[in-house]
């Protein structure tokens, strides 16, 4: 595997691993070292890549920028009763342009996701998902996004890409591989209507900040049907992060948003998990130690990982038909994990990409919902976009 574009995590951090016991996570990984060079990666699960460039933030004003506190809080904690070998291949720099860090983000993990291992992605601004994005395209036919974030980031597209307007450019920009995109924690107040109006006429998805409050369990499904999760430190609340990461008084908690990550975690489907909108200062033990969390609960989340949703063998599930307003609903509910599915039948590809049948997420609620003759929202939405 070619890895040209990473540089060595620092000495100041590798310096660090010889005050600590050997049982803490940075004594477990295999780490990208000046001396050593690139780990051998044969059984690695998850490598963590880091980027600097934030040069596409709308408030962007220039500084120094590393992750090397996040990476000393991470070190520092103590893995779980994993079963998977975890990597830390380093850092990518800025590139001559934005685009040319794209470019480098864009190869490594595309070669990363060929390999079967999971890029975890951490630092940048969140435009930067865009780069890990586009290296899916030949990879597969369409792809979800899930976003943690109080923003939608649809922005003008008429405008050069930055860190509030990346969603657009992919909607509208060669090739057309995106096929959902779900917002999770938006807050109203932080989007202009005709933005929430567009979402809905696009049949994304969108949960208020609100919502997910009222019932963490609902992000489960929608983490189960991401490729890519891209998380925006925006979406957390001020109170849990140092002084220059504070953004909005309201937002996830810190158990909520690891919560959050491990749901992405445990999702089969996730092959690659972001970070961004990192704020590096002095005084910031909070926001990187919170960061350090949500890295430990999403690599938490990969080693519990089941497979459940193959769904070639007639033992390994239930299944359920429903009728609802003359339309025939089949829900699918594994004997591993309890977790549900609803079938859909398309009566149209989209630009061929597509099967004729898929099997969206549910929960057990959706099941129970059309039991009593209420289409589930979100298997409405998925009909209503592949029959638009």
Known sequence: MNF????PVQDVVLHHLTKHTDKTLGHKLKIHTKNN?????????????GVFDNRNDINYVGENYNLNEIRLKLYNLFPGNWHLSIADLGDIQNGNTVEDTYFAVKETTNTLIQNNIIPLIIGGSQDITYAYYRAYDNLLPMVNIANVDCN???GDTTKPIKNNNFLGKIILEQPYNLFNYTTIGYQSYFNAQEEIDLMDKLYFEAYRLG???ANIKHVEPLMRDAN????????IKSAELSDKQKYSPNGFS??????ISRYAGISNKVSAFGIHEYKPSNNDDETAMLVAQIIWYFIEGVNYRIED????????????????????????KSKKTGRWWVEISFLKNINNKLKKHTLLPCTHQDYIDATNNNIPKRWYK???KNNS
Not at 309 to 332: A, G, P, R, S
Request: glycine share 4%.
């Open 37 to 49: 060079g690139i780990p051998n990666l044969n059984t690695i699960t998850i490598a963590i890549i």
């Open 309 to 332: 949703d193959k769904f070639t063998n007639d033992d390994d599930y239930q299944k359920y038909i429903v009728l609802v307003d003359e339309q025939e609903l089949i829900f699918y």
């Open 152 to 154: 939608f980031d649809l």
């Open 4 to 7: 040209n574009f990473l540089s």
């Open 228 to 235: 890519i999760v891209t998380v925006d430190l925006k979406s």
């Open 254 to 259: 810190g158990n909520e948003i690891c919560a």
């Open 211 to 213: 919502d997910i409050n």
């Open 382 to 384: 998925a009909y209503k």
